[in-house]
C-alpha cells in the first residue's frame, strides 16, 4: 500500500526558500512503472491547489501558474523522495502542503485525481 510522508514546512520570510520533501513507498518504482506523483496546497476557505506533478517514468513535470518559475518539483528514484525546491516565496504561499500520489491517469493537477496522500506540512510565508 502506498504510503506518502512529507517534511521540510516551516516559517520564512517572503523572499526566502524552503525545501519540502515526501518519502513515498509501498509502489514498485521504476522507469517503465506508470506513476504519478504530486505537490498540492490548501489555504483556510480555499480548494486544494496542484501546483507541481511529475510523472516519474518520462520525468515531465507540470506547473501550476502560481508557482511557475518559482518552485522546481524533482525526485531521487534511488531514495523514493520526492522533493519541492520553493525560491522566491511569497506571502500568499501560505498554506498546508500535501504530497499526493496515482496510479493511473487524468489532470495533473487536479486533486481529484490523486488517490494517496500524506498528512501534510504548513509553509508560513511572513511579509
Known amino acids: 500500500q502506498v504510503q506518502l510522508v512529507e517534511s521540510g514546512g516551516g516559517s520564512v520570510q517572503a523572499g526566502g526558500s524552503l525545501k519540502l520533501s515526501c518519502a513515498v513507498s509501498?509502489?514498485?518504482?521504476?522507469?517503465?512503472?506508470?506513476?504519478?506523483i504530486a505537490w498540492f496546497r490548501q489555504r483556510p476557505g480555499e480548494e486544494r491547489e496542484g501546483i507541481a506533478a511529475l510523472v516519474t517514468y518520462s520525468g515531465r513535470t507540470y506547473y501550476a501558474d502560481s508557482v511557475k518559475d518559482r518552485f522546481t518539483i524533482s525526485q531521487d528514484t534511488a531514495k523514493n523522495t520526492l522533493s519541492l525546491v520553493m525560491t522566491n516565496l511569497e506571502p500568499e504561499d501560505t498554506a498546508m502542503y500535501y504530497c499526493a500520489a496515482r496510479d493511473r491517469g487524468g489532470a495533473a493537477l487536479s486533486h481529484k485525481m490523486y488517490d494517496y496522500w500524506g498528512q501534510g506540512t504548513q509553509v508560513t510565508v511572513s511579509s
Open positions: 509501498g509502489y514498485t518504482s521504476g522507469p517503465s512503472v506508470y506513476f504519478d
